[in-house]
């Protein structure tokens, strides 16, 4: 816990803190904020200038009768809520919500790499990764931003190596071939908001079909 | 600690509606909070209807969920500000926004007093930060915290002053690390 090295980007953890996240990479930070103090501390921190904001922005005059209203509805029961998924295993309650709870659902994409699709829309995807040991994720980059967060075992590219809550974050400048490290198969959630562009020709024609 | 001697009136009333259930101390939060509430939603651009509606769910989520405000971790006006922006994305998206997993909370543990108080002072210092900030600079600390702006504008907004926001984060730090552990031994 205590070893997380690589964080989430400032601007990224206060676009998270005011929501206004995609989906795909709300899921993410939420994640690695449940793995890690620091971000966690940041969070809270984003969320205490918001509240300045809303203190000291500037007051609007209430009707009249919103007071009495709110205050007559004290005693009425609380609308129940869903508990939140908890964490089970390696995966945090985040990724235990958008697994609806359930197991993964592994495909194969060839040489021992499987993902679970977990999300898959316009406003971009978000999938668990599996890579054996020592095995690359095919050489790749993107059009857009790339998050890839570890929860099992841990995998090194060009940029530097990533532990189980270290999180690293891509844009389409980044070509680079991620390898899982020796030790458990590598488990991170990944999330992107365009398709990736794959260098090599056999995935590139696989790519609609694993919508990777 | 509960004599409220050098809390905020806020983190006092907050306590007492938290854990004596007091009807008159939410009066008071509502009388603080609920016009600014209305402002903050206006300004992001809701009609004065619709923020009332906001607000009246807001003020009754503070009521019903007392229980989890911690005023080692958080200050009442952070803590608003976030349940106001989960009811705000609830209208406009159709899927809740994913929030991190709860810290447990241990039950009648007695707050300390000198951490709650530290919380206070760094909340103090940020706001005054804030408002010598330049007003172009307060404009954006504004419209990002609304929710105006994308990852990718803050991203592009290199003068806008994060690093004051996290000037904080040292606060609090010891803390969490500590529940996160314990997240993680059940």
Redesign the interface.
């Known amino acids: ?2 070893d997380i090295t690589h964080h989430i ?4 953890l ?2 998270y ?5 995609p ?1 795909v ?3 993410v930070v ?2 690695h ?3 890690c ?2 971000c ?24 009249d009768a ?2 009495a ?3 007559a ?2 005693d009425a029961p ?2 129940e809520d869903l508990p ?1 998924p ?2 089970k295993g390696i995966y ?3 990724v235990m ?2 697994l609806k709870s359930r197991e993964p659902r592994w495909k194969s994409l060839g040489m021992g790499v499987r993902q679970s699709i977990l999300m898959d829309g316009p406003d971009g995807s978000l999938r668990l990764l599996y890579i054996p040991p020592g095995r690359a994720v095919p050489d790749h980059g993107h059009n857009g931003i790339e998050m890839t967060l570890v929860l099992q075992g841990s995998f090194s590219d060009e940029t530097g190596a990533f532990g189980v809550g270290d999180l690293e974050v891509a844009d389409e400048e980044l070509d680079h071939t991620p390898v899982a490290g020796e030790g458990l198969p590598c488990i991170c959630l990944a999330a992107t908001d365009a398709p990736l562009r794959f260098h090599s020709v056999l995935p590139r024609l696989l790519q609609p079909l694993f919508r990777i | 600690m509960t004599d409220g001697q050098d809390m905020t009136d806020q983190t006092a009333w907050m306590l007492a509606v938290r854990d004596a259930r007091d009807k008159a101390a939410f009066a008071r939060l509502f009388d603080y909070y609920a016009p600014r509430l209305k402002g903050f939603v206006m300004r992001g651009g809701m009609d004065a209807a619709l923020a009332e509606e906001i607000v009246q769910d807001v003020m009754l989520t503070v009521w019903h969920k007392a229980a989890q405000f911690d005023p080692e971790r958080a200050q009442v006006s952070g803590w608003i500000y976030q349940i106001t922006r989960n009811r705000q994305i609830d209208t406009i998206r159709r899927t809740g926004r994913t929030m991190p997993e709860e810290l447990k909370h241990e039950d009648d543990h007695e707050p300390d007093a000198g951490q709650v108080l530290a919380m206070e002072q760094e909340a103090g210092k940020l706001k005054q930060a804030l408002s010598r900030l330049k007003p172009e600079q307060r404009a954006m600390i504004e419209k990002a915290y609304l929710g105006d702006l994308t990852h990718q504008e803050i991203r592009d907004q290199t003068g806008l002053p994060l690093g004051t926001i996290k000037s904080r984060i040292r606060l609090g730090l010891d803390r969490l690390r500590h529940e996160l552990k314990e997240l993680r031994e059940p």
């Open positions: 816990m205590s980007p400032e601007p990224m206060a676009a803190a005011a929501g206004t996240l989906p990479f709300e899921t939420a994640t904020v449940s793995m103090a620091t966690r501390a940041g969070m809270q921190a984003h969320e205490m200038a918001g509240g300045a904001v809303l203190e000291e922005g500037g007051a609007v005059d209430l009707s919103l007071k209203d709110v205050l509805l004290l609380a609308p939140a908890k964490r945090p309650g985040p919500a958008a």
